[in-house]
């Protein structure tokens, strides 16, 4: 169930702040650069020619576009977009000064002299800090609720403001707004004044702990994403923490960090790493100081950038790490403990495929959660044969559940972004015997066909896949190719529409002499087809049996950027099919209506549903506080009228559906986020449920009808795979 909540305007703040979003309000370091300082290094500036080579070589990128003044103009908007997308930190006057540089990009990446990107970096550094000084300066004067005044949240489509008296206006309807939901939620005069007087100086802090790096970051994303949507540059550390993600494995405590005003706390622990091994550590304690080995000097990280903590505390198996930590339950006053860790390889278990078993009448439905399509890359290129991926781990899943006797199998894909075309291919192998699973057409229009060539299945019996609108690439991949297949049936939303391959080039792959590094590039080389010669591209995976749309396909997915690749069509790939459940899918219909109508947690869902689309269609809020208060009044009523719903037909009661506290997540106890993220896990998930109910539906039908059986499936399945 979506979670029901206004909106929270202090999270749409601008890109250049999002990138320290791990980061919240704190004491800026004392080494924090000023506005003039940023500049370009000498790694930066041949990073860029490096880039400029890779993307404007059509040989590698699958659309290359030449760097022209054309070009330039397109880096030009996406960079000042990225920076100030909301449009609340420059006016028109800083965007005519910088319209001077909208032809030069080109050639400032050619000849690797990008001032000019960290000058309007500069001058949006300069602009924060006034608004910053504005938005504190409010805080001492009162605000009259009793208007009719409106605060225009959506400013993406808005002209640039005039001058600084435009700016002052729209700055004073985004400090009252934030004012009015912290006394909505009941909070006095001078706690919300403390409150957000230190949450605009963080704001300028944030942006005050951004480095070169990151500048350079941005700007060459800027370059990066005018090639296509999924193009992008990413930093020596961010390509480092990429690769970590893809592999589900590090080399450190195993611990997960947050910044929570000027202290690093332990958000999370994994469970079996050496920060969980003996309670040493504990959720919400705070990290205070780092030294490495036995006995190197600590270093005072009160106020550091958490990428730099993490930096400090992530280290080579086998060595130790020394922690001054401040209990969760200690004042600040309280004396450190000193904690020592030897570090070790941790396995990223949350983010790896997982399985449960759905009691369905008497029907057992198996489940596999798979979040990514996840591969070592680094291990598999060795030719390491325990290396992991999506493919094996659920191979092994499949075991597991084969022995506990499970009817069908349904794999979750919800909120699968993708990740290795190889894990794609290769889980498809799990399900069908041999045969093509993706068509590839690459740079200059060769079409070759990627396919599962070992002979043999996982698991032969019933499937069902569950997709929504998050589902994108791999996952797309895996469900077209079982939908072609006629394998199993597709269930849930229309998928993401993402029908490119992206590779990545890694400019650090060889070591130098110098140590430089520069990073790495994820780059467009191919688009994807499917086995029957249609596109993902745009259209994404229509589902068999379809739930109710939660995001609109013209503001979420590729059908919504402005430069995505068009669709288009190949060739079919011969292949034969399994299974045609067309004569099936209409029964599927008319149970899934008939069983949703009395389910009152289906129903709940589509009512979520309902209100979270009208919430995004809202492009201003009221700064009445009578308007307000009856809106909050009315969501109220409407959370204990389910309550007591939920309590009177014997169901777990909704502990998440709360109404909003004005705060934003770094403000709140992080012991108390993790316990609701704890708690959100083994909440009612009703679309889940539904999806196995609709498998043991199609098991139900096929044993019960031979005829219909044979209309379904071919003769060679019928006996073993679908009917008893």
């Given amino acids: 169930m979506l979670k029901h909540k206004l909106i929270a305007l202090s999270a749409a703040l601008p890109l250049a702040l999002a990138m320290a979003a791990a980061t919240t309000p704190g004491a800026a370091p004392a080494n924090a650069p000023a506005a003039a300082s940023f500049q370009p290094t000498a790694e930066q500036a041949a990073a860029a020619r490096l880039v400029y080579g890779l993307l404007s070589d059509s040989r590698y990128v699958y659309r290359s576009k030449p760097l022209d003044d054309a070009m330039s103009r397109e ?104 004012v009015l939901r912290l006394r909505l939620a009941g909070r006095s005069q001078e706690d919300i004044r403390k409150t957000l007087d230190k949450r605009y ?76 091994n003996g309670g040493v550590l504990k959720v919400g304690d705070r990290v205070m100081a780092v030294g490495q080995g036995a006995s190197g000097p600590m270093q005072d990280v009160v106020g550091w950038r958490i990428d730099d903590v993490v930096a400090l505390i992530r280290g080579k ?22 904690v020592t860790i030897v570090r070790d390889k941790v396995k990223l278990e949350e983010q790896a495929a997982q399985k449960r078993v759905i009691e369905v009448g008497e029907r057992r439905i198996g489940v596999v959660e798979l979040p990514t399509f996840y591969l070592d890359f680094e291990a598999k290129r060795r030719g390491d044969p325990d290396a992991r991926s999506a493919t094996a781990d659920v191979a092994r899943l499949l075991r597991e559940l084969r022995t506990e006797d499970v009817d069908g199998v349904v794999i979750d894909l919800r909120d699968n972004g993708g990740g290795s075309l190889v894990e794609a291919v290769e889980l498809t192998g799990l399900f069908i015997d041999t045969g093509p699973v993706v068509q590839v057409r690459e740079t200059g229009g060769r079409v070759s066909v990627s396919a599962d060539d070992q002979g ?43 029908g490119t391959v992206q590779s990545l080039m890694d400019f650090d792959r060889f070591p130098r002499k110098d140590d430089a590094k520069f990073g790495q590039v994820k780059l467009t080389v191919a688009q994807f087809f499917r086995v029957d010669g249609g596109t993902t591209q745009h259209a994404g995976v229509v589902p068999d049996l379809q739930f109710p749309v939660t995001l609109d396909a013209s503001e979420y997915g590729e059908s919504s950027y402005d430069n995505a690749l068009p669709a288009t069509r190949i060739a079919q790939a011969p292949h034969a099919n399994v299974g045609n459940f067309a004569r099936l899918v209409p029964q599927l219909k008319a149970q899934h209506q008939a069983r949703i109508a009395t389910d009152p947690e289906f129903t709940w869902w589509s009512e979520d549903v309902a209100k979270f689309r009208a919430d995004r269609e809202r492009k201003s809020i009221s700064l009445n506080e009578a308007e307000r208060r009856a809106e909050r009044d009315r969501l109220e009523a409407e959370r204990q009228a389910r309550a007591a719903e939920r309590k009177a037909l014997g169901l777990d009661q909704d502990e998440l559906a709360r109404a909003d506290d004005g705060l934003t997540a770094s403000e709140r106890s992080v012991a108390q986020q993790a316990a609701e993220e704890e708690l959100a896990k083994n909440r009612p998930d009703p679309l889940l449920r539904e999806s196995a109910a609709i498998l043991a539906d199609a098991l139900d039908l096929l044993s019960a009808d031979r005829g219909l059986t044979a209309q379904v499936l071919p003769v060679t399945r019928q006996a073993t795979v679908w009917a008893e």
């Fill in 75 to 178: 880096i030009h908007r996406r960079y000042l977009e990225s920076l100030d997308g909301q449009k609340l930190f420059f006016t028109q006057a800083d965007i005519t000064r910088f319209d001077a540089y909208r032809d030069r990009h080109d050639d400032a990446i050619r000849s690797q002299q990008l001032a000019a990107a960290y000058d309007i970096f500069s001058t949006y550094v300069k602009r924060v800090d006034e608004r910053v000084a504005y938005a504190r300066n409010l805080l001492a004067q009162p605000f009259d609720f009793s208007k009719a005044e409106t605060w225009e949240y959506d400013r993406e489509d808005v002209a640039w403001a005039a001058g600084p008296a435009e700016l002052d206006d729209a700055w004073r309807k985004y400090v009252k707004n934030d």
């Fill in 201 to 276: 100086a963080g704001l300028g802090e944030r942006v005050h702990e951004l480095r070169s790096d990151d500048v350079f970051e941005q700007f060459m994303n800027a370059y990066a994403s005018s090639i296509d949507p999924h193009t992008s540059y990413m930093s020596p550390r961010s390509a480092e923490n990429f690769n970590m993600q893809m592999r589900l494995s590090l080399e450190g405590i195993g611990a997960v960090l947050q910044r929570q005003e000027e202290f690093v706390v332990i958000r999370t622990i994994v469970p079996g790493g050496p920060a969980g």
């Fill in 317 to 338: 198996k086998g060595t130790q790490v020394r922690l001054d930590v401040l209990p969760a339950e200690a004042g600040l006053d309280a004396k450190p403990q000193l």
């Fill in 456 to 498: 043999g299945v996982a698991w032969d019996g019933p499937l069902a896949v569950l997709v929504n609108r998050s589902s994108a690439s791999a996952s797309e991949i895996f469900a077209a190719a079982i939908q072609d297949y006629g394998r199993g049936l597709v269930i849930g939303e229309q998928t993401f529409g993402k």
